[in-house]
């Protein structure tokens, strides 16, 4: 038998992420998509493991959470000669930075839409952070077997919520209890619900008719569907494989993740037009994945879920080359040498030994300390270039901490440090008053913080919310004379000036008063 060589196996790679708003089904169609990958057998395996509802007060809870986060980060599997990472984006209370991250380490993403509601506020947040790094998004219409919005009216909301253009490889034939199956555009045919394989799928014509003796043309619902198709065709986007892998026209799938209709045939599609691990750029320009030198960066880090060991996993993503366990590599940043040689790899439920793997693979490194989110890693003993540095994130929710016994105080700034070097939460600086002022994309980053300041540093803490605020940094120099209750300045750790304001009219309003002030969103620019 041939073996497999490593350009063979990188260009194999399918690398994404499901992007979605809560409850749109984003957990449902992991698991038929990993049902189809053999990698389980029975389904509720992923998502028997959700645990509902906790107490967040509890810390055990917390851990057991942030544990599965852990082993269902990453899910590989195989399909038609395809090696397929997923990469979880947590949603819910886990909504973090890192949710926002893992989005950094994909070469493309799936989008589900919850065709009963339309475009949420969650997915309006991580589309945005894929449309600016312009990777290709293919849409998932979940949920037809409900009665949902108009077709077409979803396709209007993905123009106009999110500015992105659609072409639907696939148009429903009603929805709801008369859900009657897709015309599919792409393999030109039809795929019809709750009918066996074998009679499953009807051929089209030339003309895109079924035949006639087709018992499905005898429905209304046919003739309605068949109407629209010839809208989207003189109407609608054209098809272009340039312009998805763009990221600049959306493909969009029809479909039911619970009753696992349209599942197969979007995985099928998926594989054929979603991109192999794509270049990345450098201070040395942009690095080509089949480049032989093993090269990756950090993406994540997660605290052991053991709190007696504060030993953490660090995500790589590689970018280059092969990992072999064991190799020696150099962290960029501080020229330290590092032999890799305790690494994970996910499988589902599962994490074991990784000794192999290649560009577009994620892998979980040992992390005694050493690495620090975005950190780049080279193989060899000379870091010749830095992937560039991953973007900013802006935080929505805010509180005040202090430490309750000022005796304290050394410990809480080294556990504060360390907690706001994992990235979960990022950490600011009143101007006058010197305050700790910690920003957070979701609220579960505070009680993990509280609680691993309690666990970890022996530190109890005091919390002062200051509730949600919209923060904008300040390009040049500011006076101080500007700070105020409603639009507070304060510094990032990086001594960067920036003021939170108390909402979008103090905003508005303060840059009416002050035009000369440069403010900047990072997750805009
Ligand atoms: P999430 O990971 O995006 O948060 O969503 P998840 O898959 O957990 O799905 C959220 C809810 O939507 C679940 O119902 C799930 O069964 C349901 N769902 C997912 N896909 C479909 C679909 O195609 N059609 C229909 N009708 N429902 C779907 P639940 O009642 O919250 O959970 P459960 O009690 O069924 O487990």
Redesign the pocket.
Known sequence: MKTESTKDKILSRRTFAII????????????QLLLFGGVIRDAGTV?GK?TGKFATSDWMEIEKQRGISVTSSVMQFQYKNRNINILDTP??QDFSEDTYRTLTAVDSAVM?I?STKGIEDQTIKLFQVCRKRGIPIFTFM?????IGKDPLELLAELEEVLGIESYPMNWPIGMGKEFLGVYDRFYNRIEQVRVEEKDRYIDLDEEGRAPESAAITQSGLYDKCLEEIELLSEAGNEFSEERILNGELTPVFF?????N?GVQTFLDTYVELAPPPQPRHSTEGEIEPTEEAFSGFIFKIQANMNPAHRDRIAFLRICSGKFERGMNVTVARTGKQVKLSQSTQFMADDRHTVDEAVAGDIIGLYDPGTYQIGDTLIGGGKAQFQYDRLPQFTPELYIKVTAKNVMKQKQFQKGLTQLVQEGAIQLFRSLHLEEYILGAVGQLQFEVFEHRMKGEYNVDITIQPMGSKIARWVEGEVSENLSSSRSLLVRDRYENKAFLFENDFALRWFQEKNPDVKLYNPMEV
């Open positions: 979605s708003h809560p409850d749109a089904g984003k957990t449902t169609l992991t698991e998502k959700k949603g819910h589900v919850d979940n949920k037809l077997d409900r479909g039911s993740g619970l009753t209709f």
